[in-house]
């Protein structure tokens, strides 16, 4: 499953970049619409620090199995014990 998921990280790597939104307003409402595909361009270690509230405004639907499989590809592996969390 790994590997699906990195070659669909590869696909979506560089189409959803603030730069592209900037010069394709179709790219900026579906940005608008779905936060969350930001997180395929921005590294792991970033996310990993990003709090739990910043994940809620992330709703995840209407996208298709690819930009998942890109999302979860770049997420982090999270642990449990926030208090372990940051290293």
């Keep these: 499953m790994r590997p699906l998921n ?3 990280w590869e ?3 560089g189409r959803f970049t603030r730069k592209k939104a ?3 307003e179709e790219m900026q409402k579906k940005i608008a619409k779905n936060p969350e595909l930001s997180l395929i361009d921005v590294d792991s270690k970033i996310i990993g620090n990003l709090h739990q509230n910043d994940f809620r405004q992330f709703v995840l639907l209407g996208l298709s199995s690819k930009e998942l499989r890109a999302i979860y590809y770049v997420l ?4 449990s014990d926030q ?3 940051i290293e």
Excluded: L, S, V, Y
């Design 6 to 8: 990195k070659a669909a």
């Design 11 to 13: 696909a979506c790597k």
């Design 22 to 24: 900037a010069t394709d």
């Design 76 to 79: 982090p592996k999270f642990r």
């Design 83 to 85: 208090t372990i969390q």
